[in-house]
Structures are given as structure tokens and as C-alpha cells.
């Protein structure tokens, strides 16, 4: 089946500064990434929907400027969390999806992102 | 706005036992309706799907009809190991969007 990687699958970084995590969809071309949010013991919450080559769609209550994506080629989106605070500190995961039409999204295994 | 609801958890089963994880929705129009499971330290898994009323999806033992006159996906299955430990994310998609609405999840436990 269609696999999606993350990296890091951990990070830890210092309250104010900025950090990126990758996604990327290893053998297929992804026409749609979506990134999500998810607290501890809580649902997924969708933060932005990506289309290759175009700005990305946030969905309400997410600050764009704080969460920088990129969708550069159809393999490879990127999540930078800008200025970090502790409250930043979550999991986050993408997904990607192979043709527009499809329903089908592929799970990447997730960040763990810890602000300190 | 649609939406998707569980049933708390968490749950704790003795193994072979039978199971079952309610799910109700509120979508406009005809959505389709999934369940993802989600392993400890790992991103969400597909587990099975139904695209219209009457449809079951099933995989792994996991079994779920889709109920449009309750509104309903519930998943079952009739003996559970230790490995089915994870937690379960019942969620639609509407026919207009792209995009998931995921239920809060529900933590299941087996015991050997």
C-alpha cells in the first residue's frame, strides 16, 4: 500500500525558536497533503489542506504565519512551527492523497513536536 | 457543519471477547464513512470503509454497517485479541469536500 514518512518522528526545541517537519508520500505522487493536530487523548483536528503548487487552505483558528506549508513537489510537504511556544507542544500528522477524486488518504506516523 | 460522535472510552476487554464501538453522524447529503485505527506511537491506519447505506465494510474480523435511517457506523468484532489495542476513530467524508471529520476516538484495551 501507499506509504507516507514523517521527519522527525520526535523533535524537542527551545520556547521561540522555529521548527520543520516533514512529510512525504515514498511511492506515490501526493496532488493533496493535509496537515492535522492532535492533542493528547483527543481527536484529530485539521490545520491546512495543501495543494501541490498552490497556497495552502487553513481552517479556521490556525495562523498561517505561525504554521508556514509548503507543498513544493508532489512528494514532499513541509509544517514549520514558527517562534514555538510550550502550548505548540502537540502530534502532528499528515496525510496524503494520490488524486482528487479519490476519498483515500494516507496517514504518515506522526510528530511528536515538545516545546520547552 | 457535520460531525461524528463515539462512544467514551476507554474500553477494557478480556480477550475473545466481543466487541462493539458505537458511532453516530451528522452529515448533510450521503457521506461516506470510515474507521481508522491508530496504534500506540504511530499515525492513523485505515481499518475499513462503506461508501453507502447498507454497505458493510469489513477487515481484519472488524465488521461495520452503514446505517443511514440511525445514522449509524458501529464496529464490531466477535473475539478480540490482544493486539486489536489501539485506539479506533470512527469519521465521514461528505460528497462536496476533501476533507475527514474524525470522532474523538476510543481507546480499547485487551487483556490477555
Known amino acids: 500500500g501507499a506509504v507516507v514518512s514523517q521527519h522527525p518522528s520526535r523533535v524537542i526545541c527551545k520556547s521561540g525558536t522555529s521548527v520543520k517537519i516533514e512529510c512525504r508520500s515514498l511511492?506515490?505522487?501526493?496532488?493533496?497533503m493535509f496537515w492535522y493536530r492532535q492533542f493528547p487523548k483527543q481527536s484529530l483536528m485539521l490545520m491546512a489542506t495543501?495543494?501541490?503548487?498552490?497556497?495552502?487552505?487553513?481552517e479556521q483558528g490556525v495562523e498561517k504565519d505561525k504554521f508556514l506549508i509548503n507543498h513544493a513537489s508532489l512528494t514532499l510537504s513541509t509544517l514549520t512551527v514558527t517562534s514555538a511556544h510550550p502550548e505548540d507542544s502537540s502530534f502532528y500528522i499528515c496525510s496524503a492523497r494520490e488524486d482528487r477524486r479519490s476519498y483515500e488518504q494516507y496517514f504518515g506516523p506522526g510528530t511528536r513536536l515538545t516545546v520547552t | 457543519g457535520n460531525s461524528v460522535t463515539q462512544m467514551e472510552g476507554p474500553v477494557t476487554l478480556s480477550e475473545e471477547a466481543f466487541l462493539t464501538i458505537n458511532c453516530t453522524y451528522t452529515?448533510?447529503?450521503?457521506?461516506?464513512l470510515f474507521w481508522y485505527v491508530q496504534y500506540p506511537g504511530e499515525g492513523l491506519q485505515l481499518l475499513l470503509k462503506a461508501t453507502k447505506a447498507d454497505d458493510k465494510g469489513s477487515n481484519k474480523g472488524f465488521e461495520a454497517t452503514y446505517r443511514k435511517e440511525t445514522t449509524s457506523f458501529h464496529l464490531e468484532k466477535g473475539s478480540v485479541q490482544v493486539s486489536d489495542s489501539a485506539v479506533y476513530f470512527c469519521?465521514?467524508?461528505?460528497?462536496?469536500?476533501?476533507?475527514?471529520?474524525f470522532g474523538p476516538g476510543t481507546r480499547l484495551s485487551v487483556l490477555p
Open positions: 495543501s495543494n501541490e503548487g498552490s497556497k495552502a487552505t487553513y
Open positions: 511511492d506515490f505522487q501526493a496532488t493533496t
Open positions: 452529515a448533510t447529503g450521503y457521506p461516506s
Open positions: 469519521a465521514l467524508k461528505d460528497n462536496y469536500g476533501q476533507n475527514f471529520v
